[in-house]
């Protein structure tokens, strides 16, 4: 059975490293032309094949309620980020694709970005890092 005062404490520990590292890599942000929002939603899309997404899987991927991230992509696209359109398959659902802007603006601020994170990250050597990920995953029910 869990300790549920261990439980509690690293608890506490993983959201406050969270918020503290959130609050360090923020400044990535700062003088980019896109948000991390909208940072994180072309994380999502450039990532599956074609640079297309469906909407519900960025809305699944975003710590934001489904109609913010609409709004959001709907910014997104008058920006010239990305496209948007109706999903042949699901009359319901739309297809979001970057556009060649939006994929320049994306690896040009996730260059930087990773640098941040992997700086950032280097106060574990890589066993730990390989730790973490797996500890992480197993927190969000991954197997």
Not at 24 to 51: H, I, K, P, W
Not at 115 to 122: G, L, Q, V, W
Not at 127 to 134: V, Y
Request: glycine share 4%.
């Amino acid at each position: 059975m869990t300790d549920r005062r261990l439980a509690v404490q690293a608890w506490e520990s993983l959201f406050r490293a969270q918020h503290e590292v959130f609050e360090d890599l923020r400044t990535d942000f700062e003088c980019s032309e896109l948000s991390q929002a909208e940072y994180d939603v072309l994380l999502t899309v450039t990532r599956r094949r074609g640079m297309t997404a469906r909407l519900r899987d960025v809305t699944a991927n975003m710590l934001i309620s489904q109609p913010s991230v609409s709004r959001l992509v709907d910014r997104m696209v008058a920006k010239g980020l990305l496209t948007k359109c109706s999903d042949p398959e699901d009359g319901r659902g739309s297809l979001v694709t970057a556009t060649e802007a939006g994929a320049v603006a994306f690896r040009r601020l996730a260059a930087a970005h990773a640098t941040s994170i992997a700086d950032r990250m280097a106060r574990l050597d890589d066993a730990e890092l390989a730790q973490l990920e797996a500890l992480t995953a197993k927190l969000r029910d991954e197997r």
